[in-house]
């Protein structure tokens, strides 16, 4: 079964441009999330996804992040202009997310932005 | 807030011994999961913990699960270089009604295993 696929891996930007990130979850996993890891430390939720709609951004910088989830598959993750704190890995997860399901989370492998 | 908090953050410790790390967390929660990270790489599962007293073994590794202490240890066993890694706790806070559910994780605990 293929798992969760992300790109670009490398981004390397200065501040005040844009970015995007690109994430293809696992096959029939309705829910899917964006988070961020800052170096050293644990990943910080951004926001869920539950089909296309959105379940909970209240974490997402909305004056510079965007994301969306059009047709409840693929999504994308903007920033937009980015800032140098901006500089983590992007992870994307998908879930079944189904009440009798365990609720674990698989992870892509992250997109590694640097903002200069 | 949720809190995770897990320690130590930093182990340093040698191959053959036992070690165990903690993790705590401030709110109810009946479902925790353990995370293996290695470096540039991507978070992989380890344990889905889903009820208080709940244990699972993987090799070398045991996780528990104490929700009325809010606990999950994490605990090596003998242990050998290619457990070193960062390994994260993380949280669920989802109700059975569904809703928002992404897990908050711990800061990570860096282990190293020396020859």
């Known amino acids: 079964e293929a798992g969760v696929a992300q790109s670009p891996r490398y981004k390397i930007i200065e501040k005040r441009q844009s970015v995007a990130f690109w994430c293809n979850p696992i096959?029939?996993?309705?829910?899917l999330y964006w988070y961020q890891q800052i170096l050293g430390q644990g990943p910080k939720l951004l926001i869920q996804?539950?089909?296309?709609?959105?379940?909970?951004d209240s974490q997402l910088p909305k004056d510079r992040f965007s994301a969306e989830r059009l047709k409840g598959v693929d999504s994308t993750l903007k920033i937009q202009p980015a800032k140098l704190e901006d500089s983590a890995v992007y992870l994307c997860?998908?879930?079944?997310?189904?009440?009798?399901?365990?609720?674990?989370?698989?992870f892509g492998e992250g997109s590694r932005l640097t903002v200069l | 807030e949720l809190k995770v908090e897990q320690n130590p953050l930093f182990l340093s410790m040698q191959e053959g011994k036992n070690y165990t790390i903690y993790c705590n967390y401030s709110?109810?929660?009946?479902?925790l999961y353990w995370y293996r990270q290695d470096p540039g790489k991507s978070l992989e599962s380890l344990f889905v913990?889903?009820?208080?007293?709940a244990v699972k073994q993987e090799g070398r590794l045991m996780a528990s699960l104490d929700t009325k202490a809010r606990l999950s240890t994490l605990h090596i066993t003998a242990a050998v270089h290619d457990l070193s890694a960062t390994y994260f706790c993380?949280?669920?806070?989802?109700?059975?009604?569904?809703?928002?559910?992404?897990?908050?994780f711990g800061k990570g605990t860096h282990l190293i295993i020396q020859p």
């Open positions: 997860a998908s879930s079944l997310r189904l009440t009798a399901n365990t609720g674990e989370l698989f």
């Open positions: 096959s029939g996993h309705a829910t």
């Open positions: 996804f539950q089909n296309n709609g959105v379940v909970d």
């Open positions: 709110t109810t929660s009946d479902r």
């Open positions: 913990l889903l009820s208080n007293g």
């Open positions: 993380a949280v669920d806070t989802t109700d059975s009604g569904g809703g928002a559910d992404g897990l908050t």
